[in-house]
């Protein structure tokens, strides 16, 4: 079975998400998948975001938006 969801989210606007992942649309993809795995709520739902210099700026919007999506826990990961 599965322990944990941990989807990738890089923005908290399309503006800033689908850039980073080189695909339109990947932002409302991501928070529609994002929504439904939490209605799940049998499995935490948690999520990775690589900082970058495009989304610095914005990580406490990202994370209000997941706190009022209810997502878990917030990973914060560095280019490496």
Do not use: C, W
């Not at 739902?45 to 610095?56: F, R, S």
Request: charge should be neutral; aromatic fraction near 6%; proline fraction near 6%.
């Amino acid at each position: 079975g599965v322990d944990v969801f941990l989807p990738s989210i890089h923005g908290h606007i399309a503006e800033i998400h689908d850039p980073i992942m080189r695909a339109p649309g990947a932002f409302a993809q991501t928070i529609k998948g994002i929504k439904n795995l939490v209605e799940l709520q049998n499995t935490p739902v948690n999520t990775n975001t690589v900082i970058t210099k495009q989304n610095y700026r914005y990580l406490p919007e990202l994370a209000e938006l997941l706190t009022r999506l209810g997502v878990g826990q917030i990973q914060l990961s560095y280019v490496q």
